[in-house]
C-alpha cells in the first residue's frame, strides 16, 4: 500500500504543475453545476409560459403521483431538479478520463515508464496508485459541485424541489454510485492505456463509457426511467460488481515485457 501511494503521491504532484489539469479540475465541476441550475431555470420558464400540455402532467404524475395539488411552476421545477441531478453523473467521466488515460501513455511519451516498471512494485500496486490519482479528484468534484447545487436550490427554488434533490434515491447515488462510476472509468482507462500507444487514442476509447449515461439522462427525461432507492442499489450493487471485473481484466491485461518491448 505505501507503494500505491508513492505513485499517488508522485502522479497528483504532476497535476498539481500542470496549470491546464488544475483548470479543467476547478472549473469543470462548477460548469457543470451551472448547468444543472440553469436546468431548472428552464423547466420552471416553461412552466411560467403556459405551453406545458396535459399530456405533459400525467407523464410526470405517473412517475411522481405525490406531486399532484403543487402548483404547476413547482411540479416543473421539481421535475427539472432531477434531470439537473444527471449533470453530476458526467462530471466523474469529464474529470478522471484526461487523467487516467494519459497515466500509462505520458508514462511511456515522457520516458519514465521503463524505469518505473523495472522498479520492485506489484502491478496491483502500480495500478492502484494510479487509479487513485484519478478517482479521488473525480469523486470530490463530484461531491462539492452537488452541495453547492442543493444550497443554490435551497436559496431560489420551492422546498419540493429542494427536498426532493437530497432524497434516498439521489444521495445512494451521488454518495455511492458516484466513486463506484469513478473507479470503472478509471480502471477502463487504465486499461485502455495499457494497450494503446498514444495518449489521444486513450481518452477516444475511454469516452465510449459516456454513452451508458446518455441513455440515462435520455431515459429519465422522457419518462421511461424511474429512479428510486431500489433502482438506485441496484445500479450501485451491478457498478459494483463491474468494478471487481474491470480490476481482475485491467490487472491480468497489464504485462510489463510486453508493454515494454512493442512500444519501442
Known amino acids: 500500500m505505501n507503494k500505491a501511494m508513492i505513485i499517488f503521491g508522485k502522479d497528483w504532484q504532476e497535476i498539481r504543475q500542470s496549470l491546464g489539469l488544475m483548470a479543467t479540475l476547478i472549473l469543470m465541476p462548477l460548469a457543470f453545476t451551472i ?3 440553469g436546468f431548472v431555470l428552464l423547466f420552471t420558464i416553461s412552466s411560467l409560459s403556459g405551453n406545458l400540455s396535459k399530456t405533459a402532467l400525467d407523464v410526470i ?3 411522481h403521483p405525490e406531486w399532484r395539488g403543487y402548483p404547476t411552476s413547482q411540479i416543473m421545477q421539481a421535475f427539472g431538479a432531477l434531470q439537473g441531478q444527471l449533470f453530476f453523473m458526467t462530471i466523474p467521466v469529464t474529470l478522471t478520463i484526461s487523467i487516467a488515460s494519459y497515466s500509462i501513455v ?11 516498471l523495472a522498479t520492485p512494485i506489484q502491478t496491483w500496486q502500480l495500478l492502484l496508485g494510479k487509479a ?25 427554488a420551492a422546498p419540493l424541489a429542494a ?42 476509447f475511454s469516452a465510449i463509457i459516456i ?35 474491470a480490476l481482475l481484466l485491467a490487472v491480468t491485461l497489464f504485462q510489463r515485457e510486453t508493454i515494454l518491448t512493442r512500444w519501442k
Not at 132 to 156: E, K, Q
Not at 173 to 202: C, E, H, Q, W
Open 35 to 37: 448547468m444543472a441550475t
Open 61 to 63: 404524475f405517473g412517475l
Open 106 to 116: 505520458g508514462e511511456k511519451e515522457k520516458r519514465t515508464l521503463e524505469p518505473l
Open 132 to 156: 487513485m490519482v484519478s478517482v479521488i479528484p473525480g469523486t470530490i468534484g463530484t461531491w462539492v459541485s452537488y452541495a453547492i447545487y442543493v444550497l443554490a436550490l435551497r436559496l431560489f
Open 163 to 204: 427536498n426532493y434533490v437530497i432524497s434516498a434515491p439521489y444521495l445512494i447515488l451521488i454518495f455511492g454510485f458516484t466513486p463506484l462510476l469513478t473507479t470503472l472509468i478509471v480502471l477502463f482507462s487504465l486499461i485502455i492505456s495499457s494497450r494503446v500507444s498514444d495518449a489521444r487514442t486513450a481518452q477516444q
Open 211 to 245: 454513452v451508458p449515461l446518455m441513455l440515462l439522462f435520455i431515459g429519465q427525461t422522457f419518462g421511461l426511467i424511474n429512479v428510486n432507492t431500489s433502482i438506485s442499489l441496484l445500479i450501485c450493487g451491478v457498478t459494483l460488481l463491474l468494478d471487481l471485473g
